[in-house]
């Protein structure tokens, strides 16, 4: 997806306020733009499917509320996970040779990381993440 830089900053900035969104004249006073300019960038950004404009009365106005429709991805959940440097790796899967419903690397992998509080959080949050898709 082709992008300008302003695109991409904006989008930056959009991520840092994922669940509630930014109103856009917030977002235009962040990126140093005229509400203009703001106004293109944010069409643009929803006929990309990245944010929804969401209309809303703020500061005795009518304004919309950009809300990011994308999410940042984070390798953290999976860090220190066995597999990606495990020996079986090219035969383990559901046709494979080897099953990972019976290894038990992966398995204490998993249930250290459920003794660590943070690690803990960070799976709820992914399982959260996952029921809501
Ligand atoms: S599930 Fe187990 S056997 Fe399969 S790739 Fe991961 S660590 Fe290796």
């Not at 977002?27 to 509400?35: C, D, F, N, R």
């Not at 499917?49 to 990011?68: C, M, N, Q, S, Y």
Request: proline share 5%; hydrophobic share 35%; net charge positive.
């Amino acid at each position: 997806m082709k992008m300008s830089k302003l695109e991409k900053r904006a989008i930056k900035l959009l991520l840092k306020y994922e669940d509630k969104g930014l109103l856009q004249s917030e977002l235009w006073h962040k990126l140093g733009v005229t509400s203009r300019e703001g106004s293109r960038i944010a069409i643009k950004l929803e006929k990309k499917g990245i944010v929804k404009r969401v209309k809303e009365f703020a500061k005795d106005r009518w304004t919309r509320r950009l809300v990011p429709l994308i999410r940042q991805v984070t390798l953290d959940p999976i860090k220190g996970a066995p597999c990606p440097s495990c020996m079986y790796n090219s035969v383990c899967g559901r046709r494979g040779t080897v099953s990972p419903t019976k290894c038990i690397w992966l398995e204490e992998w998993v249930l250290s990381a459920y003794k660590s509080p943070s690690e803990t959080q960070k799976i709820k949050v992914q399982e959260e993440g996952l029921q809501e898709n």
